[in-house]
């Protein structure tokens, strides 16, 4: 087996064609002088970035509000939802791996259970709950309560409500890997328990923190099934990207997924940075 | 000292009891009653299950439902078979930088959106996309080639989707293989194919089910690859359940279609465990 | 009742749910003193070190440093500080910010505490070492650095949890000499737990043997070695040949012990009858090839060597005689007539009554 046949070694070199083709047909007809995103060739432009609409019909992405304000949606939401990620993920892991209390293991159980629901189904379900929550409470106060209707801040809860599980796992695998001897010799040496916090455990538990957020920050930006159950009038990225495609668009859809393939390449290197480091 | 631990501890479980309860317990409590509630008058509900009958009454429905559990078990048989040897490669021929290499451009498309992976496919795939220009282009066809808007491209799509998710799994539990077992293998008389059969495969088994487990849930669940691709044609369980509560607002049908597929995607979760005697948590770590 | 020592222990009990890990110990340290507490492993002295830490609270009894109650102080507010087992060195941290760290809790200013702990590494013999990364030393580097992030503090007491254990066997011996001259250079009281009775004798000015939870016995290295007053301590503390026997009888100045199959033994202690175990050290056993050599010493036995156990300095033989229901052990001198002796050959074995501990069973 340590000498793999060439019928092997060309079925290897297939399936990575295979797995590329897709991304790379995007990329290169991002920069197709065309109004349509499809061949033939006709020649180099940049105006599907750029252009303000004079050469052809639609503008560019960096000129073209629709993509500007669906990314800046993407951001409102994914922001929030990584930090969140980060401050509840550890405190969860901390829950999980240093509390002691009766019900630990079902706890535990029920927060890898958001892995195994459909994502149409957490949106269904979180949308359907708000809304009567929100009908219930309206009644009783006698006001609106806008963040509880599909909308962005919805979209936020939507996604935490999987990617906490992996914010939490993330987190929980570093702090599982800790030596409490440290935290005791940093209180022996004087150190209150704040500052134990702050200089030792909080240091150690960086490259888990960063992964988390990249990780959250990822998934966040890309998610959509869940979002498209609770989405409102503002759309996210993947939205407007999906609508643009079943109506069929201009090459500015290629552009801006280009831009955000540049986009998760970064982040994916910046974690794979902090990942190394952590090893 | 005791009361002070138990609010801390109290304190620190409180983001999680919220988590878990209001983003997912209270929720499916919700629609799990919501799939539970006819109309009878307009913005009158009564208990009973209509909507459940609905399901088996409308062939519509549930032929949606049957080729949805079917094509998944397709599409997961399938990533299974094109995985394995690509993961079999990374865990056990390939050493150093070109093993990290082969790992690293396996997980690049993957943290690029589906929707950028579909988009790709539909610029292939449909009939003024590439492959149909590059066909005419050849001669190999006379009329442009529609790939698009078929079964076939829906699998592929999902398939492709799913890759990943079958490799890595495949790949740690194969990388945890001890080579001088399989050398054993072979020194006791044991053919390329014996050994695969009962040696490599049966140590890749909880690599196996966490990869099909996950790539059958991703792909029951998934919504944008069987609508961009198949088209009218997709016919998707997740688009009924986005029907019933978008377009037509009628929540406790949709209710009642979203605990069908939770409850399909749970039987199978359940039965691949059971089958093979793992455990829940074990299997999700492994991915 | 005022107290001149830098610790008191007193009759301090630590239980976990039934079970008791300390139990009613007591015992103090003079300043300066290297006190050991030697145990096999779970014996509780682990947790009575972290007791006077502060990481665990006593179930009952008092724990004082300099005659002040540690009871209720958290451990970050003793005059204490410890070396762990894993010695703990913060990997985020360089060296000198190790050591640096505990004066930066205490409010020292960072220009002083790094100059201060520069100056703690170089009496260490580490100077320069202060921008090294901890993961950067080896394994003696480290315990130095372990031990200077404590001195610098200058506590009243530096508490020591097996701090050799990782370290090889020869890295092991240069750092039982390097402790002990560390703790005669800053005078500051050691006290320190260990399953490893070299290291407890080498290094200690007094020892307590622990086991079970309790004290079997505190004294110093020489009075532990030539008189244990336990059985446990005579077989745990060096090497021992253990018999069993029965007391038959006072002897002129002693007691007459039976052996298993009859052989009758004159040995010390205070067993008055019944079942007894009998000790004598190996090195306290005469050899000779005459039984004539050995006619003034009241235990004489023949037998035949069963195994040669060459070891340099500490070789021994094993010898079979009637009578023993184990063999008997002896240091074999690398220079005296029988340094040739081989596997079979018949010899004479003698010990004192005095070489010989009587102990009721």
């Not at chain 3, 451990?75 to 941290?93: T, Y």
């Amino acid at each position: 087996m340590n000498r793999p046949s060439l019928l092997w070694k060309a079925y290897i070199a297939a399936f990575y064609i295979f797995l590329f083709a897709p991304l790379v047909v995007v990329a290169v007809f991002a920069f197709n002088a065309s109004p349509f995103p499809s061949p033939p060739w006709r020649g180099f432009t940049l105006e599907w970035f750029t252009g303000t609409g004079a050469v052809f019909p639609k503008p560019g992405v960096l000129r073209d509000p629709i993509w500007l304000t669906s990314i800046g949606n993407s951001l409102k939401v994914a922001v929030p939802v990584a930090l969140l990620a980060v401050i509840i993920g550890t405190i969860n892991a901390w829950v999980l791996e240093r509390a002691q209390f009766p019900g630990k293991t079902l706890l535990a159980m029920m927060m890898l259970w958001p892995l195994v629901i459909p994502g149409v189904v957490l949106g269904i379900s979180i949308l359907a709950f708000f809304s009567r929550l929100a009908n219930g409470l309206e009644d009783w106060l006698q006001m609106d309560l806008d963040l509880m209707r599909p909308g962005l801040g919805l979209v936020v809860l939507g996604q935490l409500s999987f990617i906490l599980t992996i914010s939490t796992l993330i987190i929980a695998a570093r702090l599982r890997k800790f030596d409490r001897s440290l935290e005791e010799a940093a209180f022996d040496l004087g150190a209150s328990r704040g500052r134990v916090l702050r200089t030792i455990t909080l240091p150690f538990l960086r490259p888990a923190l960063v992964g988390a957020g990249l990780v959250a920050l990822l998934m966040s930006f890309e998610n959509f099934n869940t979002t498209l159950m609770l989405v409102g009038s503002d759309a996210p990225l993947p939205i407007t990207m999906y609508g643009q495609m079943r109506e069929g668009a201009t090459p500015a859809i290629n552009a801006v997924s280009l831009l955000v393939m540049l986009a998760v390449g970064a982040i994916a290197s910046l974690f794979a940075l902090t990942s190394k480091s952590q090893a | 000292m005791t009361s002070a631990r138990r609010l801390t501890l109290f304190l620190m479980m409180a983001p999680a009891i919220l988590w878990l309860g209001l983003l997912i317990v209270l929720p499916h409590v919700e629609i799990l009653i919501l799939s539970f509630s006819e109309r009878v008058a307009p913005r009158v509900y009564q208990f009973g299950f209509g909507n459940y009958l609905e399901f088996f009454t409308e062939p519509l429905y549930w032929r949606t439902f049957a080729r949805t559990a079917i094509m998944s078990i397709l599409v997961t048989a399938i990533t299974l078979l094109l995985a394995f040897p690509i993961a079999l490669y990374i865990a056990r021929v390939a050493r150093g930088r070109v093993k990290a290499m082969l790992l690293l451009l396996c997980l690049l498309p993957f943290w690029v959106s589906e929707l950028v992976r579909t988009l790709g496919w539909m610029m292939l795939l449909r009939e003024t996309g590439l492959i149909s220009y590059l066909l005419r282009a050849t001669g190999l066809a006379t009329q442009p080639v529609e790939l698009l808007y078929n079964d076939g491209a829906v699998i592929l799509g999902l398939v492709y989707g799913g890759l990943l998710f079958m490799i890595v799994p495949l790949a740690n539990a194969l990388e945890s293989l001890d080579p001088s077992v399989v050398e054993a293998g072979y020194d006791l008389g044991g053919s390329r194919a014996t050994v695969l059969r009962r040696i490599v495969i049966p140590h890749a088994m909880p690599g196996i089910v966490a990869g099909s487990i996950i790539v059958f849930m991703l792909t029951v669940g998934n919504f944008a690859t069987p609508v961009l691709l198949g088209g009218k044609n997709g016919l998707w369980f997740t688009e009924q359940i986005y029907a019933q509560f978008i377009t037509r607002f009628n929540w406790p049908q949709g209710a009642a279609f979203g605990m069908l597929l939770l409850l399909l995607s749970s039987a199978i979760v359940w039965a691949g465990l059971r089958l093979t005697g793992q455990g829940l948590g074990t299997t999700l770590r492994q991915a | 009742m005022a107290s001149s020592n830098d610790l008191d222990i007193v009759n301090v009990t630590k239980r976990f749910g039934s079970h008791a890990a300390v139990e009613d110990v007591s015992f103090s340290v003079a300043p300066g003193e290297f006190f050991s507490i030697l145990g096999p492993s779970g014996c509780g002295k682990t947790t009575l070190m972290r007791m006077i830490a502060g990481f665990e609270h006593p179930t009952s009894g008092d724990i004082r440093i300099r005659d002040r109650s540690m009871i209720g102080v958290p451990a970050n507010r003793r005059p204490v500080n410890m070396v762990f087992q894993s010695l703990a060195l913060f990997p985020m941290m360089s060296v000198g910010e190790n050591v640096a760290y505990g004066m930066t809790c205490r409010g020292v200013g960072r220009a002083e505490a790094d100059e201060r702990a520069a100056r703690m590494l170089e009496r260490v013999g580490l100077n320069g070492f202060g921008h090294r990364q901890v993961t950067a030393l080896s394994g003696g580097q480290r315990q130095r650095v372990a031990i200077a992030r404590c001195l610098v503090l200058e506590p009243t007491l530096v508490l020591l949890d097996e701090p050799l254990g990782a370290l090889d066997l020869k890295l092991r011996e240069h750092m039982k000499i390097e402790l002990k001259q560390l703790q005669g250079t800053f005078n500051t009281t050691f006290a320190y737990i260990t399953h490893d009775q070299s290291e407890a004798l080498v290094m200690s000015d007094r020892i307590a043997v622990m086991n079970g939870g309790r004290f079997e016995q505190i004294g110093s290295p020489r009075d532990l070695y030539h008189n244990p007053g336990t059985p446990f301590v005579a077989s745990f503390v060096g090497e021992t040949n253990r018999w069993r026997g029965a007391v038959s009888g006072a002897a002129d100045r002693g007691l007459s012990v039976r052996l298993s199959s009859g052989v009758l033994a004159q040995g010390r202690g205070d067993a008055k009858t019944g079942d007894a175990l009998c000790f004598v050290r190996p090195e306290a056993i005469a050899l000779a090839a005459e039984a004539g050599a050995l006619q003034i010493l009241p235990n004489r036995f023949e037998g035949r060597v069963s195994a040669v156990l060459f070891d340099g300095a500490n070789s021994s033989l094993l010898i079979n005689a009637a009578g023993f229901d184990e063999p008997i052990r002896a240091v074999l001198p690398q220079a005296g007539p029988l340094a040739g002796i081989t596997v079979g050959a018949p010899i004479h074995v003698g010990w004192t009554a005095d070489a010989m501990k009587v102990f009721a069973a």
